[in-house]
Antibody, heavy 119, light 110 residues
């Protein structure tokens, strides 16, 4: 069974940094592209970043470009999101999601981790 | 402001049918496949429809998707109280080189 478990969220001051992790199990992690998607309180989904299986292609939303870095360690079955220069508007639940093989759809999602940026 | 436009809310009675629209442009819906996600209260999103109209294994055929031009539609028949959730459409935007979502539609089953 596919499992994605996010961790690393918490309270951070504006301008601070946080590193999110997503532990994957139940599938061949190294064969799948992965994503981060966030959801601010009471708002819709916002895509954050996408990384291909071999890390050869990476994309970011304009709202996080230059501040966030996505990466993965296929040996550890793990996805990461390094978040720097955090702003109040980055406050959200962050989900990692697996990209469905052959399609640009997210077929499995983690339970999410809450990031709160506040002084 | 979301790139894709969805109605904030829709409602219908149990057993009835409802449709949820998702409007975009030629750079997103018009030239890319659309997905739909169901998000039950307090939970993570779940894939309902991919490739405009395909259902993943385990999704009942009460859920259907369609696309015409720069708009997509999610249909739900035989509404159940358990269908009360937020529904999100999403696709790739070729101009932005980004995944884009609608603002989400809250379905109430009266």
């Amino acid at each position: 069974e596919v499992h994605l478990v996010e961790s690393g969220g918490g309270l951070v001051q504006p301008g601070g940094s946080l590193r999110l992790s997503c532990a994957a199990s139940g599938f061949t992690f190294s064969s799948y592209s992965m994503n981060w998607v966030r959801q601010a309180p009471g708002k819709g989904l916002e895509w954050v970043s996408y990384i291909t299986s071999s890390s050869s292609n990476i994309y970011y939303a304009d709202s996080v470009k230059g501040r966030f870095t996505i990466s993965r360690d296929n040996a550890k079955n793990s996805l990461y999101l390094q978040m720097n220069s955090l702003r109040a508007e980055d406050t959200a639940v962050y989900y990692c999601g697996r990209v469905m093989s052959g399609y640009l759809s997210f077929d499995y999602w983690g339970q999410g981790t809450l990031v709160t940026v506040s002084s | 402001q979301s790139v894709l436009t969805q109605p904030p809310s829709v409602s219908a009675a149990p057993g009835q049918k409802v449709t949820i629209s998702c409007s975009g442009s030629s750079s997103n819906i018009g030239n890319n496949y659309v997905s739909w996600y169901q998000q039950l209260p307090g939970t993570a999103p779940k894939l309902l429809i991919y490739d405009n109209n395909k259902r993943p294994s385990g999704i009942p055929d009460r859920f259907s998707g369609s696309k015409s031009g720069t708009s997509a539609t999610l249909g739900i028949t035989g509404l159940q109280t358990g269908d009360e959730a937020d529904y999100h459409c999403g696709t790739w935007d070729s101009s932005l080189s980004a995944v884009v979502f609608g603002g989400g539609t809250k379905l109430t089953v009266l």
